[in-house]
Nanobody, 123 residues
């Protein structure tokens, strides 16, 4: 059974940094794309970043481009989201997700999801 477990969320001041981790288990993810999404209260889940385990097909939402970096550690079956220069509008629950082969902006295209980790950025 596939499991994705996020960690690394927390409370940080504006301008600070956090690194989220998503550890995968239950299968080999080498032919999967991994995505990060976020959802703030009362809002729809939105795309943040996605990549594949080869590093090809890496994409970012315009709102995080230049501040966030997605990266994978194949040996650890883990995908990271390094978040720098955080803003209060980045406050949300962050989720990682997996789907076969290709990165996608659409959360409906992902088959597996983690339970989420909360990021709160204070002003």
């Amino acid at each position: 059974q596939v499991q994705l477990v996020e960690s690394g969320g927390g409370l940080v001041q504006a301008g600070g940094s956090l690194r989220l981790s998503c550890a995968g288990s239950g299968r080999t993810f080498s032919n999967y794309a991994m995505g990060w999404f976020r959802q703030a209260p009362g809002k729809e889940r939105e795309f943040v970043a996605a990549t594949t385990w080869t590093g090809a097909g890496t994409y970012y939402a315009d709102s995080v481009k230049g501040r966030f970096t997605i990266a994978t550690d194949n040996a650890k079956n883990t995908v990271y989201l390094q978040m720098n220069s955080l803003k209060p509008e980045d406050t949300a629950a962050y989720y990682c997700a997996a789907r076969k082969y290709y990165s996608s902006y659409d959360p409906l295209n992902y088959d597996y999801w983690g339970q989420g980790t909360q990021v709160t950025v204070s002003s």
